[in-house]
């Protein structure tokens, strides 16, 4: 009976245990992380529209001084306030200088060898590129590009 004893196998360790699902480890630490850093990402989005809309309504300490002054005033006089909307400021388009007619001609050639290099995928698109390559011959063939 004693040597039945000695003869059984040890009991695996837990650290064999923890090397082998290693990998699992792996991916569920990573998902988590991944999972983590949406939701943080996601809350500061959220809070950073919170306050932008905020930061358009008036503070607490403006409302406090806009209800001591119209309760002053007449206390029938509760008319509901809009709050102020900023007009955006559009800036002007900037007007570019012309681009010279030969670097407009050497990107038309340009432009033209791309199509050239172009494989159709039917009929119609093949139609639809050769009608622009012919386009693009008349503006590389004429004296003078017209201006836009």
């Given amino acids: 009976m004693d040597s039945s004893q000695q003869q059984s196998p040890p009991l695996p360790s837990k650290e064999s245990l923890?090397?082998?699902y290693k990998p699992i480890w792996r991916v569920l630490l990573i998902s988590n992380l991944a999972l983590g850093g949406y939701m943080f990402a996601k809350a500061r989005k959220k809070n950073s529209s919170v306050e932008n809309s905020k930061a358009a309504k008036p503070s607490a300490e403006d409302s406090k001084a806009a209800a001591e002054v119209s309760s002053s005033l007449t206390?029938?006089?509760?008319?509901a306030e809009e709050p102020l909307v900023l007009?955006?400021?559009?800036?002007p388009v900037k007007a570019r200088e012309p681009i010279p007619e030969?670097?407009?001609r050497e990107l038309f050639k340009w432009v033209l060898e791309e199509k050239r290099k172009v494989k159709p995928k039917d009929l119609?698109?093949?139609k639809r590129i050769d009608?622009?390559?012919a386009i693009l011959k008349q503006f590389i063939r004429?004296?003078?590009i017209p201006k836009v």
């Fill in 142 to 144: 004429a004296e003078s």
């Fill in 102 to 104: 030969d670097q407009q």
């Fill in 75 to 79: 206390p029938a006089s509760s008319v």
């Fill in 87 to 91: 007009p955006t400021v559009i800036e």
């Fill in 124 to 126: 119609e698109e093949k």
């Fill in 131 to 133: 009608e622009e390559k």
């Fill in 18 to 20: 923890i090397r082998r």
